[in-house]
């Protein structure tokens, strides 16, 4: 006998639910399986949506970003032929590394703001294709003057992408998955070193082809990806949860509904640029990331040049030397960020990767054996990755608004500056010694720096009183 007519049960993304009835094949009788609770389908709701919006838009981001990186970094590589092709010192290759940060930070705000109106997809695509040109257009440099304005040039096109982005993220996903999300985009960040490292070799081996030097060939092929992934972000990039086609109506709303909970658990203070400007834990993040920033560049700048410097390897095994510490890069990232937002634990997150890379630093800085200066180097790059999933979810739980793009650029716009002064430092530690090592033990101070600030900011404004409004602070 056929079974009876029944009314399937809906998917999580419809409004209307219906007792679903089937016949039990052992028994005659109809048994009936309860609805699902409002809550129940509510969290089906909100996991379908997270899901959606992860596998739509980190890789498109995280993408960009390591491509931005690997542009912003790829002449650490290059000065391996370039700084003697062109007989460029130490000096003049970390103030011209620098100086991308300089024009960066300058333009990190207006950035950010034109973002809010002109919205994330074509903002976004137009900062890639600018980059992507002068990156390829840095194969022209011929004298110090011409590389410190391409510099220049290059950060004055990328300034305000990862403010952008994150600042871009805090509107789709709600603080518990923050840790999370951002740890899956910035994963490229340790990947696009190892992606650069791989490659680095085989295209600086491509010296003299069509007349062009192997850096040449390395700032050219590494910057085309840029131009094409601005297509990209203009067809798959939607400007806002409510402009997401894929989203079902009701995952919309859950999005935009939890986004707006937590918006309303902050209070109800104003949030305009005079508010994120005036926030002293704007200053204070933007203080922690100085240092984070100074250390991190000053090491990325100076990782191929030091581990052949310690080893004597080809520019082909140097790179993969790189390509490996990125991949561990991106372990203790993912790593961290996970287990930062299973526990709800920020403090301790941030804090023990800032003490495994100072400690990463002082190692580099007093040897010269491969067998102690690699495994440190892992310890560098490791805890300068981890630290920034959990970090990154601290501006949105007083942020919001146009608060939110003025303070997450502010951050950024001070932590930038670090980049200027990291490798500059290095550069000028390495012809005033005539070596690296004395340089990389230097910059362990700032990590420790960064570890104090956020002890500060711990014990001022504790995670339960983190959201309060700006008139009761």
């Not at 109809?30 to 969290?43: F, K, S």
Request: charged share 15%; hydrophobic share 55%.
């Amino acid at each position: 006998m056929p079974l009876c007519p029944c009314y399937y049960l809906p998917s999580p993304s419809l409004p209307m639910l219906k007792t679903q009835v089937v016949r039990k094949p052992e028994n005659p009788g109809l048994a009936v399986v309860p609805p699902l609770t409002e809550e129940a389908r509510q969290e089906l709701i909100g996991r379908s949506a997270l899901r959606k919006a992860s596998v739509r838009l980190l890789p498109l981001i995280g993408l960009g970003y390591g491509i931005a990186y690997m542009d912003r970094v790829n002449v650490s590589f290059a000065a391996l032929q370039m700084n003697r092709q062109l007989n460029f010192s130490a000096t003049v290759f970390g103030l011209g590394a620098g100086l991308f940060f300089l024009s960066y930070a300058a333009l990190e705000i207006p950035s950010n703001l034109l973002l809010m109106r002109f919205g994330a997809r074509r903002w976004l695509a137009r900062i890639m294709v600018t980059w992507g040109l002068i990156s390829m257009a840095m194969i022209f440099v011929r004298t110090p003057v011409e590389f410190c304005v391409m510099r220049l040039l290059l950060g004055a096109a990328e300034a305000g992408f990862f403010p952008g982005v994150i600042f871009y993220l805090m509107q789709w996903f709600p603080a518990g998955s923050r840790a999370k999300a951002v740890s899956r985009f910035y994963i490229a960040w340790p990947l696009s070193s190892t992606v650069m490292g791989a490659l680095a070799g085989w295209l600086m081996h491509q010296d003299g082809r069509l007349h062009l030097a192997g850096w040449q060939w390395l700032l050219l092929a590494e910057g085309l990806p840029a131009v094409l992934m601005s297509i990209a972000f203009l067809v798959g990039l939607p400007d806002s949860p409510a402009k997401a086609k894929w989203l079902t109506e009701d995952e919309r709303a859950w999005i935009l509904r939890k986004l707006m909970e937590e918006s309303e658990t902050r209070g109800h203070g104003k949030h305009g640029l005079a508010e994120a400007f005036g926030d002293g834990r704007v200053w204070l993040l933007g203080g922690f990331f100085f240092c984070v920033l100074l250390a991190s560049y000053g090491y990325a700048f100076s990782a191929p040049a030091l581990v052949q410097q310690v080893t004597g390897l080809s520019t082909t095994l140097v790179g993969f030397i790189i390509a490996g510490l990125g991949v561990a890069g991106a372990l203790a990232m993912l790593g961290n960020g996970w287990d930062s937002d299973r526990t709800g634990e920020r403090f301790w997150h941030i804090v023990t990767p800032l003490v495994l890379m100072a400690a990463g630093y002082v190692a580099v800085g007093l040897s010269v054996s491969p067998m102690i200066v690699l495994p440190a180097l892992v310890l560098v790059v490791a805890g300068n990755a981890a630290v920034h999933g959990p970090v990154w979810t601290i501006p949105a739980e007083f942020l919001q608004g146009k608060s939110a793009a003025a303070g997450v650029a502010t951050i950024n716009m001070i932590a930038i500056l670090g980049g200027f002064v990291g490798p500059y430092w290095m550069g000028v530690s390495k012809d005033a010694t005539g070596t690296l090592q004395r340089g990389l033990l230097t910059i362990a101070a700032p990590s420790l720096l960064a570890a104090a600030l956020m002890v500060v900011l711990w014990r001022k404004w504790p995670p339960g009183r983190m959201a309060l409004r700006a008139d009761s602070r």
